[in-house]
């Protein structure tokens, strides 16, 4: 019996990065053989996985078979797969789809590796999305938050197996890259506009100088052709906006040490001397 896709809803698989015709509630139907009847939450990749598909395949001679495929609890897009009446790995709705899992399909080892690969993915661009999704980012910001992830899954790893318990997949290099070309692919990253947000978002906040702002948007690994680009395109000048910070700085510093606090934000020397006893004429 082949799966049933039920309930398509227009627009949902945009951040799953698909097509919408792909995306639907996918409603496990079970074999005939004995499956699990209790229902499994959608495993995140801090969880414990269950090591009896390496020992099931080490040990037996017929391949595995899906029996059973649920939605995710705590994720409906995600769902669940059973093989032979146990939990195996899940999958986005996307991935069950472009992948073709059915039910009472038998997996060769090579079959089965490539689907538990997909469900690491997944589970990785999923994660990485949600992120991304939270304000705008750089892709070389997005790639550091991917080492930041595979650094702890191995500090984690180093732990369970003090702990004597099976290793979680390892975060791969090639599969955090498929990940950041995914999101790029889809428009979640685009270097030109994050510049654009950070340069907006600094300016709004506080003052800053084109210098300081060309140093911090090189930092976050942004083309210095964009930031050039995008900052020639800016009616604010550098005027505008040494007199703002000063604005914001007068009561907390006096004159010596406003003036370094401003070369410090990148306004060269003699700019900030003169800026700050304009306003303290204005002032007076």
């Known amino acids: 019996m082949g799966l049933k896709v039920e309930g398509l809803r227009d627009g949902d698989t945009e951040e799953l990065g698909d097509e919408p015709s792909a995306l639907g ?22 969880e414990d996985e269950e090591n009896w598909l390496d020992q099931f395949t080490a040990a037996q001679t017929a391949l595995p078979r899906v029996t059973k495929m649920t939605p ?12 032979d009446g146990r939990f195996a790995f899940s999958l986005d709705v996307a991935q069950v789809v472009e992948l073709g899992v059915k039910v009472d ?32 980012h750089s892709v070389r910001e997005t790639r550091d938050y991917l080492k930041r992830r595979q650094i702890k899954r191995r500090q984690l790893n180093r732990q369970r197996e003090r702990e004597e318990k099976k290793p979680l ?3 791969r290099d090639d599969m955090m890259e498929l990940v950041v070309e995914r999101l790029i692919t889809k428009g979640y990253l685009n270097d030109e506009k994050f510049a654009a947000y950070y340069i907006e ?11 300081r702002l060309r140093m911090e948007l090189q930092k976050k690994g942004v083309d210095t052709d964009i930031v050039n680009r995008l900052l020639s395109q800016e009616a604010r000048d550098e005027d505008e906006e040494i007199m703002k910070m000063i604005a914001k700085k007068r009561k907390k ?14 306004f060269g020397f ?9 306003y303290g004429n204005e002032e007076s």
């Open 25 to 46: 509630v996918i409603w496990g139907v079970e074999s005939d053989a004995e499956g699990v009847d209790n229902e499994v939450e959608d495993r995140d990749d801090g």
């Open 72 to 83: 995710g609890v705590r994720d409906p897009n995600r769902v669940n797969v059973f093989l």
């Open 105 to 136: 399909q038998e997996l060769s080892p090579e079959r089965l590796k490539e689907l538990r690969d997909a469900s690491e993915f997944g589970k990785l661009y999923q994660r990485t999305l949600e992120w991304a999704l939270t304000r705008p």
């Open 169 to 171: 997949a390892e975060l």
């Open 201 to 211: 978002n600094r300016y709004v906040r506080r003052g800053i100088s084109h210098k």
């Open 253 to 266: 510093y006096d004159d010596y040490k406003l003036v370094n606090y401003l070369v410090r934000q990148g």
């Open 270 to 278: 003699q700019m900030a001397k003169e800026a700050v006893e304009k």
